[in-house]
């Protein structure tokens, strides 16, 4: 078995995302996400890549845009107010299909909020935060091994699909330390060239143009039918989601991230007390796996969603669940986490026990 | 035995685990024990999030109160020097991470007075898995402090993974630094779920209990 070492959060996805080929970095510093460009700027100059600290995130994410023309592996993060101010290039992104990988280590919001962990943007990451028709593929890790995990799959969609692919993290997992295996480095000449697009020259051939413009209406629905006809694929092929001791369940936990997490200690408590309690906790936030929640709540007492927001997946799972269960849901926000045993007693309280 | 007790030592090395743990034990024999909670790094997983905890064990724990408690500024309280300057308490100074961190107790120096100063590793860790490593992070820690670093500790740890595998592993690593820069070892750190029975421990053992922590079974 590779070595097991032991890491924070923040740092377990620079590190994954050198190791997955990514040699460029922008960002600006804002907590609970700092570690994560301190960490690039000390990593990036020993593989040969480029660190650069901007002077905001309106910079940091043009610049975001500008290397990822070139077709080569870049990354951002930031925290909540941050991934605000980065919309517009997100939807240029978008709109140019352009491929990058962008973290946002949630905090809590609205407006300045505060430092602690909070799952408040899901609206913002699944729905649209920026203007136009577009998606981000959002991807939710619950613990570091996964968040490892998934930056690697996050880059090999975002070549895939020319798309930016979002890693909605909160607090909890930037800040937490846990042991994690990294995968081998890729060697960043063995990546896909995007030679057929990219902007690396155009001595020898007729030029590339990236854009997510025509001045033309009849060439811009175009444009904007074969980004739908994009999504639609990556609604088919690419919904993820973990199925946690549901077989046997009566009652269904939803949650993604750290609440997925905290929520599988809530499944191993009610068992103990006989209450046969399952978790479906989605790992692609978009695409959402509405079929498959909906086949597995058909029949269930009750559906418990869970969040640290107001209720931002809630309308997901209502939207998935239909009227096959009834749905229950519980919040904790501006930063407060609850515990397993917190969760317990509303679980049991919603069944009258 | 020293008076003031300060944890210094790499991001993640386990410092706000051991410092609680030593305050917790030093607890056992005297009335009056301070924890500092130095951290001006981390946002989170600081020895002021588990504040109330450490209170009702009976510790005074000193942080910046009120509404500045989950500021993200850089904030040491005046009653630190206060505790670590009155006889009467026995002090531990928990510090954060790396050479940012460490900065706070070259601030705290002229008030340290005889305190003992240990620095914990985790080999565990990406920048201290080697002995090089753990060499260039004490030389830098110390340059910074400008202070004599009495101990190392070893807290070889991969959280709830540890192994006792890994803590013979981290004594060995650490019998090594110990004997290249002629600081003493002062003790191998366990977790309260390792068994110390039938294994042989190079340095005494001491047996913590975690407090930072996060729900995963």
Request: aromatic letters at 8%; hydrophobic letters at 40%; charged letters at 25%.
């Amino acid at each position: 078995m590779a070595e097991r070492v032991l890491v924070k959060g923040t740092e377990a996805i620079g590190e994954a995302a050198v190791r997955a080929g990514c040699r460029l970095f922008f960002g600006y510093p804002i907590t609970p996400q700092n570690e994560l460009p301190e960490y690039m700027s000390k990593r990036m100059p020993e593989v040969n890549g480029s660190f650069l600290q901007t002077e905001s995130e309106v910079a940091t994410i043009n610049m975001v845009y500008g290397a990822a023309c070139t077709g080569r592996r870049v990354m951002t993060s930031t925290s909540s107010p941050g991934f605000s101010l980065m919309q517009e290039g997100v939807s240029y992104m978008a709109g140019a299909q352009l491929p990058a990988v962008l973290v946002n280590v949630v905090r809590g919001g609205p407006g300045l909020g505060d430092i602690q962990p909070a799952q408040s943007d899901y609206w913002q990451a699944t729905k649209g935060g920026g203007h136009g028709d577009y998606k981000l593929i959002v991807l939710a890790p619950s613990t570091l091994q996964e968040a490892v995990d998934l930056v690697s799959l996050a880059f090999d969609l975002a070549d895939k699909y020319r798309n930016p692919v979002l890693i909605l993290a909160d607090g909890v997992i930037g800040q937490i330390m846990e042991p994690v295996t990294f995968p081998e480095f890729k060697d960043p000449n063995t990546l896909p060239k995007h030679d057929d697009w990219a902007l690396q020259g155009a001595i020898g051939r007729e030029k590339h143009v990236v854009t997510s413009f025509d001045i033309d209406p009849v060439v811009l629905e175009k444009m904007n039918l074969e980004l739908v006809e994009k999504f639609k694929k990556i609604e088919s092929t690419e919904k993820r989601w973990e199925e946690y001791k549901l077989d046997d369940a009566d009652v269904v936990i939803t949650a993604f991230g750290t609440i997925g997490r905290i929520s599988k200690s809530v499944v191993t408590r009610a068992r103990q007390e006989g209450i046969k309690v399952g978790l479906f906790r989605p790992i692609t936030l978009w695409p959402f796996p509405y079929k498959r929640l909906e086949e597995i709540v058909k029949g269930k007492k009750l559906v418990l969603d869970v969040e640290l927001n107001m209720g931002q997946m809630l309308e997901d799972v209502k939207l998935a669940v239909k009227d096959n269960a009834p749905v229950a849901f519980y919040k904790r926000m501006g930063g407060m986490v609850p515990t397993p045993e917190e969760i317990l007693d509303v679980l049991k309280m919603e069944l009258g026990r | 035995m020293a008076k003031n007790y300060a944890f210094i030592g790499l991001f993640g090395s386990g410092k706000t685990e051991v410092a609680i743990n030593w305050a917790l034990k030093l607890k056992e024999e005297h009335e009056k024990v301070a924890i500092i909670d130095g951290d001006i790094i981390s946002p989170y997983f600081r020895t002021r999030d588990v504040a109330e905890e450490l209170e009702k064990m009976g510790l005074i724990t000193i942080y910046p109160k009120g509404a500045l408690r989950n500021a993200d500024l850089p904030i040491i309280t005046g009653g630190a020097i206060g505790y670590l300057s009155n006889e009467e308490y026995k002090t531990v100074l928990d510090i954060g991470g790396e050479e940012n961190g460490v900065v706070v107790l070259g601030y705290l120096r002229p008030y340290l007075g005889d305190a003992e100063i240990s620095m914990v590793v985790n080999i565990a860790r990406p920048f201290s898995s080697t002995v090089d490593g753990i060499i260039k992070a004490y030389e830098e820690l110390r340059r910074v402090v400008g202070i004599k670093v009495d101990y190392l500790i070893n807290n070889a740890n991969l959280s709830y993974e540890t192994t006792s595998e890994l803590v013979v592993k981290g004594e060995e690593m650490l019998a090594r630094v110990s004997e290249l820069i002629e600081v003493p070892v002062k003790f191998t750190v366990i977790p309260d779920f390792i068994n110390e029975d039938g294994n042989e421990f190079r340095y005494p053992v001491f047996k913590i209990k975690r407090f930072m922590r996060m729900e995963i079974q």
